[in-house]
DNA sequence: ACATTTCCCTGACTTAAGTCAGAGAATACG
DNA sequence: CGTATTCTCTGACTTAAGTCAGGGAAATGT
């Protein structure tokens, strides 16, 4: 542990927090103290139930109570009681609650834009971002089970190829591949697992199913900034328990030389090798795993 | 300006806005509050004049001198006239002052080495906290003049060589290279300068005179995080600078075809090439320019 | 030498943020 | 069915932060 890394790490504290607090300053143009606007804008963000308000901002009852009272009559917002269980309250934007929170997402998106203006090489600096971002929200990466035609799976899955265009000798078409029908992917028959970084995908698996016990994992990758925080590891163990929740006990799957760590992911997490079983160009190794 | 753009910054600043405010609830922890922690904090940091305590921090006057005097019933500051002018103040720490500084410093250390520890890449990490915090802190960065055997100096040249080692086809050996002598980069002959963010090196120049109206440019580096903000060309002027301030009316310099970024500027501003002037083995192309 | 300006200070405010105890309604539990 | 628990709210605080108007001492300009 440096003094030279700690300093580094300190001068990026610094650099940040001027950022933030300029974002805060632009939050007061909206005449509304700071509190009253991060309400405001959970809320928004879909936080209706006051108890995940008060978890998510973590503010007292008492001063979330009033906070939303004065929201309440400034117009912005109407609280209910929540339709299963009427001691809880569930507060919703009015029309004119939604056109302010609309307002301070354009405050937001226009500070992020004015960032990226006067940054010097765009692209640079958001993979630097998305590294450090990674990093610190390491803890807060959420495992869920998607679509495998939704956004945040297509979003994956484009550079998925692309990495195997890259990484591959041979380069890689998906036309060439056996790509797994979406409904193989999905319950009952299978699953797709999308890892999200605070609402940004950052890895995926796939479980192609065909209704029997055998089952393969298909399309594991994660994004160059979220390597090395043993997410592949947790995407194949939650591909594995869905395996085990659809009845699956034998899992299959191919993969290539060129991925180094994941031949390595795979032969250190009971992963057998086994001979060909398909006749896809690509994998030049295979393996199995029987689920206990 | 893509939407994936903004959505990428604006994840940033969230998963960095935890971060700090980390470190504002762990300053909490010293039983005083955030503002005279700030204030002890920059007085720590060699701001001792009242004035330019107000404009670092942003305080009112008032409120200021309110936290000042808490910090002085707390017996940590003491605040004299100042020597030169005794409308003006200066503040210093006591013996106590400096302890309860140094709790602060380790609070701060202890956090970034936190980070670093939790971090999968930690030198990704930190090369990817450098770019941001440089990028942010762009018009912050300040050249000073130094010794060339100043810490800050030495950070520089030993970059600047490993980089050469790398980009140059032959290699680089400062021992075979025609090392300038200290004392010709410094005034009167010379001087030498460099490029600080925030206290961190990240870049240099050196001008290489022999007392006569004809010196040399040497040493031009900056660091990769720092890249693409125009800081050589800033080098450069200032460096063209000291030289007229010092009455030298040629300067040449010598430079290596790998280094194109490099020569590109040099053309871009007014440099001419003219035939080899010294012997040493790594430059392969020359320039002078002449200094109104 | 005198008026003006600069600098920091004090006193008297306002506003935001946060804490705590307890009330009232609804649900869960035995 | 009655009691305990959960959930949100109100009222009565405290503390921190910040604003504003002046005042006194020292320096500056004429």
Chains 1, 2 share one sequence.
């Not at 809320?43 to 006051?50: C, L, N, T």
């Not at 008060?54 to 007292?60: A, F, K, N, P, T």
């Not at 495998?148 to 591959?168: F, I, N, V």
Request: with cysteine; hydrophobic share 40%; net charge neutral.
């Amino acid at each position: 542990m440096s003094i030279d890394a700690i300093r580094r790490i300190r001068r990026f504290n610094r650099a940040v927090t001027a950022e933030v607090g300029a974002l805060d300053t632009s939050f007061l143009g909206r005449g509304r103290p700071l509190g009253a606007a991060r309400v405001l804008n959970a809320i928004g963000h879909g936080r209706g139930e006051v108890g995940s308000l008060r978890d998510y901002l973590g503010l007292d009852s008492g001063l979330l109570s009033r906070l939303l009272r004065s929201l309440e009559e400034e117009g912005l917002v109407v609280t209910l009681p929540h339709p299963q269980d009427a001691r809880r309250r569930v507060a919703a934007l009015t029309e004119a609650g939604r056109q302010e929170f609309a307002a301070y997402e354009a405050l937001s998106n226009d500070r992020a834009a004015q960032l990226l203006a006067r940054a010097p090489k765009g692209d640079d600096l958001l993979r630097a971002m998305d590294l450090v971002a990674t990093a610190l929200g390491r803890e807060r990466i959420a495992i869920e089970e998607t679509d495998p035609r939704s956004e945040a799976a297509l979003h994956c899955l484009t550079a998925y190829y692309a990495e195997l265009g890259r990484r591959l000798a041979t380069g890689f078409d998906v036309a060439l591949s056996r790509d797994p029908e979406a409904a193989d992917m999905m319950r009952p028959r299978g699953a797709f697992l999308v890892a999200l970084s605070d609402g940004l995908p950052v890895g995926c698996v796939g479980l192609k199913g065909k209704g029997g016990d055998l089952a393969e994992i298909k399309r594991l990758w994660v994004c160059p900034s979220a390597r090395g925080l043993g997410l592949a590891r947790r995407l194949m163990e939650e591909a594995e328990a869905a395996a085990r929740d659809l009845g699956i006990t034998t899992l299959r799957l191919d993969s290539n030389n060129a991925l180094t760590e994941a031949l390595q992911l795979y032969r250190r997490t009971g992963w057998v090798e086994i001979d060909r079983f398909n006749d896809d160009p690509y994998p030049d190794h295979f393996f199995e795993k029987h689920l206990p």
